[in-house]
């Protein structure tokens, strides 16, 4: 938030445990990014899923996510016209620009 607020953009915090539209936001962000991009795999939650489970959230996995936010990878960055996931340093140049 710190690089985001220094670069001059205006950021709003929402927690995805508690505050979030899930529902209203998951099956947008899958279809911005993609399961592969938006599933947190180094989670715990991942790793207590069954092998089924875990094709479910890689394939159509909008209920699993919703249901289990912290399989979401975070932070989930709306700019209004791109949907980014995750952070490093190519995530902070890019929101930089």
Do not use: C, H, Y
Not at 23 to 31: Q, T
Not at 52 to 67: C, K, P, S
Request: aromatic share 4%.
């Amino acid at each position: 938030m710190t690089a985001l607020t220094g670069s001059g953009r205006e950021v709003a915090f929402v927690d995805i445990r508690a505050e979030a539209d899930l529902p209203a936001r998951v099956p947008a962000w899958l279809k911005a990014v993609g399961a592969e991009e938006l599933v947190n795999r180094r989670s715990k939650t991942w790793r207590g899923l069954t092998t089924a489970q875990q094709a479910t959230a890689l394939g159509d996995g909008a209920v699993l996510l919703i249901e289990n936010p912290t399989l979401i990878k975070r932070p989930v960055i709306d700019t209004g016209a791109d949907i980014i996931v995750g952070w490093d340093k190519g995530t902070e140049q890019a929101l930089q620009a």
